[in-house]
Every structure is written in structure tokens, then in C-alpha cells.
């Protein structure tokens, strides 16, 4: 099984909808991401947790919002998808290091 | 942040070694360097870590010279399956979050 889950792995959605990306981890780390990535370019980060009671923007965070529902569970939300919200999303978590686990990703389409 | 540059991509043959070089001129001193590798519609995977000298693992080197202000990764005889982008991280910043450049396109042909 993997390390760190992502579900779905495939969304399509129209203009508007809100809709809710989940990600879970059995590595039994306290920090977790979301980052975004469109063709061609690196990823973005959006948002960042470093234990349960603690979330935090990261460089692109408008338009979304998060949930840390436990330590292994971390989960992204579009208010109201827009097209431009269109890309490949990542989940990861790490421990003290830097070494970061990534999940196999969520292609959102918005329509 | 220590902020990272790298070539945009690189090309090599099969059984050739790669070597890509990432500047981090800014590097602060508790800042270690870390890359990751990723493949088309995957998450990146670390490959190596390491803070001065030389780190090798069964899969990359990576080589630091004493003034850190820049690191080799070092792929030895590649082969097809080591198409992918690399990307160099340095340290932290002041969150403690990591962030990604653009990273380097390695293709590998026959």
C-alpha cells in the first residue's frame, strides 16, 4: 500500500462547483502539503500543516482552503472551481528532515 | 530561501553519466540539499541528500564543494528509465516549507 493516498485520482468538474481533494498518510509525519502543478512548470505550494492545530497559506492559497481532520488525514477544498484551477495536484508529508513523500496525484479538470 | 538555479533541461545517451549542477549562492549554513526526481504524472521522489562533500547512494552522488554555493547530481550510466525532472532544493525557508523551481528536463535517448 502506498505511503501517502490521494483520492481521486481523476476529477472532472464544472464552473462553480465546490469540491474537496483527500489525502491520507500511514508514514506518521506531523507536517503535510498540498502543492499544485501545471504543465511544463514546478510545483506550487498552497497550503502546509505542521501538526494538527496548525495550517498555513502557502504561495497560491486563494481560492482553496484546508482541513487537517487528523495527522494522517489532510484534505483540500475548491470553494468554486474556476478553469484556471485546472492542474495536477499533490499531496506530501515529511518529518524533521527534509525529505518529502509525495502521493500520486489528483488531475482536476474544471470545466 | 536560498534561491536555486538550474538548467532547464539536458540531454544524454544511454550509459552515459549526467551531471547537473544547481547554484545556491545564498545558502544559509544549516541548509541542507536535497533532490528529487519526477516522472510524467507522478509525485517527485527523493533521490539523494547531503550537505558538504560527497553523498552517494545506490541510486545518484551528489558532490559539494567547501564553499556549498553550489551541488553536483550526478546520474552514472543512465539509461531510458532516468528520463525525468530533476529538482534541486536548498534548506527552508523562514516556515520551514519547501518550495520547487522549475527543475531540470533530463531526456535519455538510444
Known amino acids: 500500500d502506498a505511503d501517502v493516498t490521494q483520492t481521486p485520482r481523476n476529477r472532472i468538474t464544472k464552473t462553480g462547483k465546490r469540491i474537496m481533494l483527500e489525502c491520507s498518510q500511514t508514514?506518521?509525519?506531523?507536517?503535510m502539503y498540498w502543492y499544485r502543478q501545471d504543465p511544463g512548470l514546478g510545483l506550487r505550494l498552497i497550503y502546509y500543516s505542521f501538526d494538527v492545530k496548525d495550517i498555513n497559506k502557502g504561495e497560491i492559497s486563494d481560492g482553496y482552503s484546508v482541513s487537517r481532520q487528523a495527522q494522517a488525514k489532510f484534505s483540500l477544498s475548491l470553494e468554486s472551481a474556476i478553469p484556471n484551477q485546472t492542474a495536477l495536484y499533490f499531496c506530501?508529508?515529511?518529518?524533521?528532515?527534509?525529505?518529502?513523500?509525495f502521493g500520486s496525484g489528483t488531475q482536476l479538470s474544471v470545466l | 530561501l536560498a534561491k536555486t538555479t538550474q538548467p532547464i533541461s539536458m540531454d544524454s545517451y544511454e550509459g552515459q553519466e549526467v551531471n547537473i549542477t544547481c547554484s545556491h549562492n545564498n545558502i544559509a549554513t544549516n541548509d541542507y540539499i536535497t533532490w528529487y526526481q519526477q516522472f510524467p504524472s507522478q509525485g517527485p521522489r527523493f533521490i539523494i541528500q547531503?550537505?558538504?562533500t560527497k553523498v552517494t547512494n545506490e541510486v545518484a552522488s551528489l558532490f559539494i564543494p567547501a564553499d556549498r554555493k553550489s551541488s553536483t547530481l550526478s546520474l552514472p550510466r543512465v539509461s531510458l528509465s532516468d528520463t525525468a525532472v530533476y529538482y534541486c532544493?536548498?534548506?527552508?525557508?523562514?516556515?520551514?516549507?519547501?518550495?520547487f523551481g522549475a527543475g531540470t528536463q533530463v531526456v535519455v535517448t538510444p
Open positions: 506530501a508529508t515529511s518529518g524533521e528532515s527534509e525529505k518529502l513523500f
Open positions: 547531503g550537505y558538504k
Open positions: 508514514k506518521g509525519h506531523d507536517r
Open positions: 532544493l536548498v534548506g527552508t525557508d523562514s516556515w520551514g516549507k519547501l518550495q
